[in-house]
Antibody, heavy 118, light 107 residues
């Protein structure tokens, strides 16, 4: 069964670039079985979809964040990556990677907390 | 952009039926998906495509969708059902959209 594990620095300074990794086990990110997404959740708040990537390398992003977000995949490491530029305190959240269809999310990682603070 | 509206909270006694709504413009024309999230845990998909259950999800969880409202129904509510519930759709202009979430309290 496919499992996802997010990892990241935990703390990033304002204006810097955030980089997170999602390691996929039990399946290949290039199998075509899933679309892979990043979703975040500020403490005590709701879920926000950031974007998705497919095995072809095609990506789609949340229109409200499109200029700051990049999602990529490394098939040799079976990992997904999220890059978010020019971070502010508003980007403080738990970040999840998830796999599923184009439009729903069947499997989720446990999430990684990211704090933006100087 | 497309928006989904959920009540902030719903309360129900054990053994009773809980209904959580998700409002959106002509949401009946879209596929609605529901997630359960317990404190400190990742969300879990409990209903997809309006009314289908992933394997392992109890039959007590069901969904419906018509016109401007989708509904997640939880029958014979148990203490372990206490959680936040989120609806979600795909929209042509907004892509993935989540509702604001509903906290289900089991009295």
């Amino acid at each position: 069964q496919v499992q996802l594990q997010e990892s990241g620095p935990g703390l990033v300074k304002p204006s810097q670039t955030l980089s997170l990794t999602c390691t996929v086990s039990g399946g290949s990110i290039s199998s075509g079985s899933y679309y892979w997404s990043w979703i975040r959740q500020p403490a005590g708040k709701g879920l926000e979809w950031l974007g998705r990537i497919y095995t072809t390398g095609n990506t789609n992003y949340n229109p409200s964040l499109k200029s700051r977000v990049t999602i990529s995949g490394d098939t040799s490491k079976n990992q997904l990556s999220l890059r978010l530029t020019s971070v502010t305190a508003a980007d403080t959240a738990v970040y999840y990677c998830a796999g599923g269809s184009w439009y729903a999310f069947e499997i989720w990682g446990q999430g990684t907390m990211l704090t933006v603070s100087s | 952009s497309y928006a989904l509206t959920q009540p902030p909270s719903v309360s129900v006694a054990p053994g009773k039926t809980a209904r959580i709504t998700c409002g959106g413009n002509n949401i009946g024309s879209k596929g609605v998906h529901w997630y359960q999230q317990k404190p400190g845990q990742a969300p879990v998909l409990v209903v997809h495509d309006d009314s289908d259950r992933p394997s392992g999800i109890p039959e007590r969880f069901s969904g419906s969708n018509s016109e401007n409202t989708a509904t997640l129904t939880i029958s014979r509510v148990e203490a372990g059902d206490e959680a936040d519930y989120y609806c979600q759709v795909w929209d042509r202009s907004s892509d993935v959209v989540f509702g604001g979430g509903t906290k289900l309290t089991v009295l």
